[in-house]
């Protein structure tokens, strides 16, 4: 029998000797048996296999696409990869209700013993943040230092290299200024995007004026912000302001990649744009879920430890907290949330343009 089609034993192939012999607990090696350590092992064990496996599909979606140019199916594999990562990170984070079982005192039982290893330490989730997009200038400082002071030269000088490559924010973004469709023959998508907004807002304003259940100090205040997000979002759809933004950190995303980006959320329904708009949904959930479990760990920390130093040296609570906000990497992609309006409102597609957003089939063609 040909070894490829030989019998396997689940203990083998699961490697589990080696797996369920790895909790080696500190507090029984220096004489004082902690219960919860065990808890505490297992479940960022745990994290580490589910990191592993996040890395495995964003290195299957960097890898399309590369190569997206001449394949948009490509799109599909991405959606469905990073649909296994959002259910990932669900886990994850229903994860810490599950250490959230273990009260303080539990944890301190054996919370000297681990100085100064800390989460922070974690080098796969380093690897993550990197391919997804995360860079230095971005990053909050750890004790002021860099985040990799705390691995070896070997593993800091595969984190500067890999910080060199494209990231799946870098490579979304050259994605989206491929984008067809924004100047097609006689429709500028820009220009009709920025009538419809006129008329929106002009409509907003007479609702806000003749309603009789405002008072007109609260007019005043609605038909404000009604105007400041007008002049948002002109100022937006205008490349020289929005390039200074880039400058100057407030945006990331280029100003065409934005544009596209909100021409696929407004058109979501045309057919040729629903992979896409499930793309660039997908990413941005991905994006937020990073985000609630980098709140829930903090808060999770809150209650263990309250405000005490971490054990690898940072702020603990606050870093954490922090962390969970100016981490972001997709963010641009939630600001487009800001510019959408209504489906009444949106400027009606050219026919041409429209068959060619719908995959249009003719008897005979």
Same mark, same amino acid.
């Given at each position: 029998m040909e070894r490829k089609y030989s019998s396997v034993h689940y203990s083998d192939y699961l490697?589990?000797?080696?797996?369920?012999?790895?909790?080696?607990?500190? +507090? !029984?090696?220096? *004489?004082?048996?902690?219960?919860?350590?065990? %808890?505490?092992?297992?479940?960022?064990? !745990?994290?580490?296999?589910?990191?592993?496996?996040?890395?495995h599909e964003l290195?299957?979606?960097?890898?399309?696409?590369?190569?997206?140019?001449?394949?948009?199916?490509?799109?599909?594999?991405?959606?469905?990869?990073?649909?296994r990562v959002t259910e990932i990170q669900k886990v994850m984070i229903e994860q810490i209700r599950v250490l959230d079982t273990m009260t303080p005192l539990d944890f301190l039982d054996f919370r000297n013993y681990l100085i100064p290893a800390s989460g922070f330490q974690s080098f796969q989730f380093r690897l993550v943040e990197i391919k997804l997009g995360l860079r230095p200038h971005t990053r909050l400082t750890y004790n002021d230092k860099s985040y990799n002071v705390v691995f070896t030269e070997e593993r800091q000088k595969m984190l500067k290299d890999l910080e060199t490559t494209k990231s799946l924010f870098d490579l979304v973004e050259g994605w989206l200024e491929r984008t067809p469709f924004l100047e097609f023959e006689n429709f500028n998508f820009k220009e009709q995007y920025l009538i419809a907004v006129d008329k929106?807002?002009?409509?907003?304003?007479?609702?806000?004026?003749?309603?009789?259940?405002?008072?007109?100090?609260?007019?005043?205040?609605r038909l404000r912000m009604l105007n400041e997000s007008k002049a948002y979002i002109e100022s937006s759809m205008d490349e020289e302001k929005h390039n200074e933004l880039v400058k100057n950190g407030e945006v990331r995303l280029s100003y065409k990649a934005t544009i596209?980006?909100?021409?696929?959320?407004?058109?979501?329904?045309?057919?040729?744009?629903?992979?896409?708009?499930?793309?660039?949904?997908?990413?941005?959930?991905?994006?937020?879920?990073?985000?609630?479990? @980098?709140?829930?760990?903090?808060?999770?920390?809150?209650?263990?430890?309250? @405000?005490?130093? *971490?054990?690898? *040296?940072? +702020?603990?609570?606050?870093?954490?907290?922090?962390?969970?906000?100016?981490?972001?990497?997709?963010?641009?992609?939630?600001?487009? +949330?800001?510019?959408?309006?209504?489906?009444?409102? %949106?400027?009606?597609?050219?026919?041409?343009?429209?068959?060619?957003?719908?995959?249009?089939?003719?008897? *005979?063609?």
């Open positions: 490697e589990l000797d080696r797996v369920l012999t790895s909790q080696n607990l500190r +507090s !029984v090696e220096l *004489g004082n048996p902690a219960h919860d350590e065990m %808890l505490f092992i297992i479940i960022h064990q !745990v994290y580490e296999l589910w990191f592993k496996q996040i890395l290195d299957s979606v960097l890898d399309n696409f590369h190569t997206i140019e001449d394949d948009e199916t490509i799109v599909g594999i991405a959606i469905a990869r990073l649909n929106m807002v002009e409509r907003e304003r007479q609702a806000i004026e003749q309603t009789e259940y405002l008072p007109d100090d609260a007019k005043l205040i596209a980006a909100l021409l696929i959320n407004l058109y979501r329904d045309e057919p040729i744009l629903r992979g896409p708009y499930n793309l660039l949904n997908k990413i941005s959930e991905m994006d937020e879920q990073f985000t609630m479990w @980098r709140h829930r760990h903090s808060q999770m920390v809150m209650r263990m430890i309250g @405000r005490k130093m *971490g054990t690898g *040296g940072s +702020s603990g609570y606050e870093y954490l907290k922090k962390t969970a906000e100016q981490h972001q990497i997709f963010k641009d992609l939630h600001n487009i +949330s800001t510019l959408m309006i209504p489906r009444s409102d %949106l400027p009606i597609l050219p026919e041409i343009l429209k068959e060619k957003l719908n995959f249009a089939f003719k008897a *005979g063609q």
